[in-house]
Nanobody, 123 residues
Framework: QVQLVESGGGLVEAGGSLRLSCAAS????????MGWFRQAPGKERDVVAG????????YYADSVKGRFTISRDNAKNTVYLQMNSLKPEDTAVYYC????????????????WGQGTQVTVSS
């Protein structure tokens, strides 16, 4: 069982930066690939970025490549999402999720989810 708690969301102007954190409980955190997803009002939940259990593999949605960076610290049971050059279209609720399988972009493949943190980017 893994419990996930996101933090770091907020209101930022376009061009600004935010760093999201996702703290995980449980001693098996290092066995899980992790993902960040986002969901805007009226839209489906989409993958933003993912990272393998070791941190050696990462994935980014085309819309965030070059602006967002995912990382993890297995000693701290935490995964991060550094978001730079934010745009109004990045506005959404951001969720972190854990999967016991390999890195995946499909939300249904993830076993555990956090409660989400709101990110709002003003123009």
């Amino acid at each position: 069982q893994v419990q996930l708690v996101e933090s770091g969301g907020g209101l930022v102007e376009a061009g600004g930066s935010l760093r999201l954190s996702c703290a995980a409980s449980g001693r098996t955190f290092r066995r899980y690939a992790m993902g960040w997803f986002r969901q805007a009002p009226g839209k489906e939940r989409d993958v933003v970025a993912g990272i393998s259990w070791s941190g050696g593999g990462t994935y980014y949605a085309d819309s965030v490549k070059g602006r967002f960076t995912i990382s993890r610290d297995n000693a701290k049971n935490t995964v991060y999402l550094q978001m730079n050059s934010l745009k109004p279209e990045d506005t959404a609720v951001y969720y972190c999720a854990a999967t016991y399988t390999q890195l995946d972009v499909t939300p249904s493949r993830y076993d555990y989810w956090g409660q989400g943190t709101q990110v709002t980017v003003s123009s």
